[in-house]
C-alpha cells in the first residue's frame, strides 16, 4: 500500500502586523513543488484578540482581522485553483463575520463561492455557569468584558476532512494552524504523542513567520544575514513519520539554517521538556537539528506527551485608558531640556490629577526601554548618562494609565503646553489616547469548553 505523500505548509503571516505580500512568493513555491500543500495565517496575539474585542463592542460587524483583504486577495485565486487549502486565526474575536468577509472577496475575484470552515467555542464566558466562573476567575473584583480559550487543531482537521477550502478561527493555539492540516491529511491518531508533538513543533517554527528565515535572528557583526529587506517566509515539508524539513520560499532573502532553526524552536518555551498545548505536551529536551543543504534543515527527535486537563484562556477586563505625549528637543544641551520638560509635567499632573502617578517620564533612545514607571532608573543614572552623552536629538515621552479619560486628556493638553510654557526649543508634539483591556489568565477543565465546527 503506498505511503501518504508528505504535506507543505507555508506561512504567509506572522503577526498581524505582518507584510502583505509575503505570502505571494510562498505560494508561488508550494504550486511549483506539487502535491499537497496548506498555507497559514498567524495573525493573532493576545494585544490583537484584546483589541479585535474592543472593535466589536463598537461594531458587531467588526472584529476579525482588520487586514485580512490585504493579506488574502493576492493569493486566493492561485489557492483555489492550485488546491492550496488556508488556514488563519483571522477571525479573532469575529470568525463568522471574517469568513463572509472572505466569500465577498472571492465572488470579487470572479472565483465561484467557497466552501469556508468555521472553527467556534474559544469564547468562555457564554459556556461556564456563575460557579464555574468563580471557581477558574482569579482575584479581580470587576467582571471580564471577555475570555477565550486557547483551542487545538481537532476543529481545523474537521473542517478539512469535510472539503473545507479555507479554515477561520478564533483563538487556537498559534501551532495548531499546521497541526490541523497534518491530522486531516496523514490521519494521526489523537493519542499518537510524539506525532502530534513532532506536528506541533512544526507549527511553532512556521507561527512567527520570518524569524525562523533569519529575521529575528539578524544582528548585523555577529549574526549577518542575506538580503533582509526580501527575508522569506517558511515552507515546512512533513513526512507521515512526524520529520520535517524547514526550508522557505524560493528566490526570497534571508537564510535557513541550524542556528535560525533552534533559535525558533526555543522561542517562548519556558521549559523544553514539556512545552504545554492543547493537542500535547511536546519534549524537544533530545530533538535534533540537521543541516541538509542551501537553506534547508532537517528536524527529527520530538517526543510527546498526554495533552493537559486544562485549557489557557485569557480573560480581558476594562482597562481605563493609556495616555500618550511626546516632544522633541534638538540642538546644545538638548538632553537636559527634555529632562526639565518631563519633570514640569511630572509636578504639574501631581497636582492637578494625583490618579496619574505614577507618571512614565522616558528619553527615547535614553532612557526609555531600561526605565520603570516612577522615574528612579532614569534618575539614579541620569548624572551618568549625562556626563557620558552629548545628544542633540532627544525625544522625551509620557505616559501613564488612567481610569478617567479626563485625566488622560489633560495629560495630552499638559505635553501640548511646554510649546510656549518651556523649556526652550520643544517641538513635534504628538500625543494619543488609546482605551486599555487589562489580561489574566486562566486554566479551565477542558471538558468545559465546547468546541464547534461547520461549513458556510
Given at each position: 500500500m503506498p505511503s501518504t505523500p508528505s504535506l507543505l505548509i507555508g506561512c504567509g503571516a506572522g503577526f498581524s502586523g505582518d507584510r502583505w505580500d509575503a505570502a505571494v512568493p510562498v505560494v508561488r513555491t508550494l504550486i511549483a513543488r506539487g502535491g499537497p500543500a496548506v498555507l497559514m495565517f498567524e495573525t493573532l496575539a493576545e494585544r490583537t484578540l484584546a483589541l479585535a474585542q474592543l472593535r466589536q463592542q463598537q461594531n458587531p460587524e467588526a472584529g476579525y482581522e482588520p487586514s485580512l483583504e490585504r493579506f488574502v486577495a493576492p493569493v486566493l485565486a492561485d489557492c483555489v485553483r492550485h488546491g492550496i487549502a488556508i488556514v488563519g486565526n483571522f477571525g479573532a474575536a469575529n470568525p463568522r463575520g471574517a469568513a463572509a468577509c472572505l466569500q465577498a472577496l472571492a465572488q470579487g475575484l470572479g472565483l465561484p463561492p467557497l466552501r469556508i470552515g468555521v472553527v467556534e467555542g474559544d469564547e468562555v464566558l457564554p459556556q461556564l455557569s456563575p460557579a464555574q466562573l468563580a471557581q477558574v476567575r482569579g482575584p479581580r473584583a470587576q467582571t471580564p468584558v471577555s475570555a477565550n480559550a486557547y483551542l487545538g487543531a481537532q476543529g481545523i482537521a474537521a473542517c478539512l476532512r469535510a472539503g473545507a477550502q479555507i479554515v477561520v478561527t478564533g483563538r487556537v493555539a498559534d501551532p495548531a494552524l499546521a497541526l490541523g492540516p497534518l491530522l486531516a491529511h496523514f490521519d494521526w491518531p489523537e493519542d499518537d504523542w510524539d506525532r502530534l508533538a513532532a506536528g506541533t513543533m512544526a507549527g511553532h517554527l512556521l507561527e512567527c513567520g520570518a524569524q525562523v528565515c533569519g529575521g529575528y535572528f539578524a544582528d548585523p557583526g555577529w549574526k549577518d544575514v542575506p538580503d533582509l529587506a526580501q527575508v522569506g517566509f517558511p515552507i515546512l515539508e512533513v513526512q507521515a513519520d512526524g520529520r520535517f524539513i524547514v526550508g522557505k520560499a524560493e528566490g526570497t532573502g534571508g537564510c535557513v539554517d541550524e542556528r535560525t532553526v533552534k533559535e525558533q524552536l526555543l522561542y517562548e518555551i519556558h521549559d523544553p521538556a514539556a512545552y504545554?498545548?492543547?493537542?500535547?505536551?511536546?519534549?524537544?529536551?533530545?530533538?535534533?537539528?540537521?543541516?541538509?543543504?542551501?537553506?534547508?534543515?532537517?528536524?527529527?527527535?520530538?517526543?510527546?506527551?498526554?495533552?493537559?486537563?486544562?485549557?489557557?484562556?485569557?480573560?480581558?477586563?476594562?482597562?481605563?485608558?493609556?495616555?500618550?505625549?511626546?516632544i522633541s528637543y534638538a540642538g546644545p544641551n538638548a538632553?537636559?531640556?527634555?529632562?526639565?520638560?518631563?519633570?514640569?509635567?511630572?509636578?504639574?499632573?501631581?497636582?492637578?490629577?494625583?490618579?496619574?502617578?505614577?507618571?512614565?517620564?522616558?528619553?527615547?533612545?535614553?532612557?526609555?526601554?531600561?526605565?520603570?514607571?516612577?522615574?528612579?532608573?532614569?534618575?539614579?543614572?541620569?548624572?551618568?548618562?549625562?556626563?557620558?552623552?552629548?545628544?542633540?536629538?532627544?525625544?522625551?515621552?509620557?505616559?501613564?494609565?488612567?481610569?478617567?479619560?479626563?485625566?488622560?486628556?489633560?495629560?495630552?493638553?499638559?505635553?501640548l503646553a511646554l510649546y510656549t510654557c518651556g523649556p526652550a526649543g520643544g517641538g513635534g508634539v504628538r500625543t494619543h489616547i488609546t482605551p486599555r483591556l487589562a489580561s489574566e489568565s486562566w486554566y479551565i477543565p477542558r471538558e468545559w469548553i465546547r468546541e464547534t465546527w461547520s461549513l458556510t
Open positions: 504545554l498545548t492543547p493537542d500535547v505536551v511536546a519534549d524537544i529536551s533530545q530533538a535534533w537539528v540537521q543541516h541538509i543543504g542551501p537553506d534547508r534543515v532537517e528536524v527529527g527527535g520530538v517526543r510527546g506527551h498526554a495533552r493537559p486537563p486544562t485549557l489557557k484562556a485569557t480573560a480581558c477586563f476594562e482597562g481605563g485608558w493609556l495616555a500618550e505625549g511626546e538632553e537636559a531640556r527634555a529632562r526639565l520638560a518631563g519633570e514640569v509635567v511630572r509636578q504639574r499632573l501631581a497636582a492637578l490629577a494625583p490618579g496619574l502617578q505614577p507618571l512614565r517620564c522616558e528619553l527615547i533612545g535614553v532612557a526609555s526601554l531600561l526605565a520603570d514607571d516612577a522615574g528612579e532608573w532614569a534618575r539614579a543614572q541620569g548624572e551618568a548618562l549625562h556626563r557620558d552623552s552629548a545628544l542633540a536629538d532627544v525625544r522625551l515621552r509620557v505616559s501613564a494609565r488612567c481610569s478617567r479619560r479626563d485625566d488622560a486628556e489633560l495629560l495630552c493638553r499638559e505635553v
